[in-house]
């Protein structure tokens, strides 16, 4: 199994322009979030979604959406990137949002916006 | 609104000694806290988690203690290696996690 896997590792983003960051997990779990990580800071949640065909708000969703694809996939957009976007982006999953149920994380992507 | 804070950023003990990480909270209505490791360039890894009906709980050199009367917890780490060294977060989960800034362990040869 793979777990969690994130694409791209890496992106270069001029202020202004579109992008999307893709997530897919083999757990075949439910629930799949979105996170921030800013240098010298914990993760902040973006979105999440409880389970296929539902998404959530999370604590910074400001200047992001998000499509659950199908229970496997969970993609990021940014429709208009700004340099306070630059940070790397968590993708997680778990097999419920129920306490107990531990969250896989993918690798990263670090993103930067000039 | 609610936090989860840790008392020092950075940590730094000697190899084989016991390193303990500290963790506040102020929702005490979390039912549930986790420990994570995130090692540099990677995605945080789970360590540990506790209930809030438990006071302690014990995994391979791991051992997290929960105060709720002072909203507290902690991460010990028994006879610290190198490759303990890493940035450990404490988390509040349920709905929507809430994660610390994190502290910085370092393991001094």
Known sequence: ?114 | GESVGLHLPTLSVQEGDNSIINCAYSNSASDYFIWYKQESGKGPQFIIDIRSNMDKRQGQRVTVLLNKTVKHLSLQIAATQPGDSAVYFCARGGQNFVFGPGTRLSVLP
Not at chain 1, 10 to 29: E, P, R, Y
Not at chain 1, 59 to 66: A, D, M, S
């Open chain 1, 1 to 114: 199994n793979a777990g969690v896997t994130q694409t791209p590792k890496f992106q270069v983003l001029k202020t202004g322009q579109s992008m999307t960051l893709q997530c897919a997990q083999d757990m075949n779990h439910n629930s799949m979030y979105w996170y921030r990580q800013d240098p010298g800071m914990g993760l902040r949640l973006i979105y999440y979604s409880a389970s296929e065909g539902t998404t959530d708000k999370g604590e910074v969703p400001n200047g992001y959406n998000v499509s659950r694809l199908n229970k496997r996939e969970f993609s990021l957009r940014l429709e208009s990137a700004a340099p306070s976007q630059t940070s790397v982006y968590f993708c997680a999953s778990s097999e419920s949002l129920q306490g107990g149920n531990e969250q896989f994380f993918g690798p990263g992507t670090r993103l930067t916006v000039l």
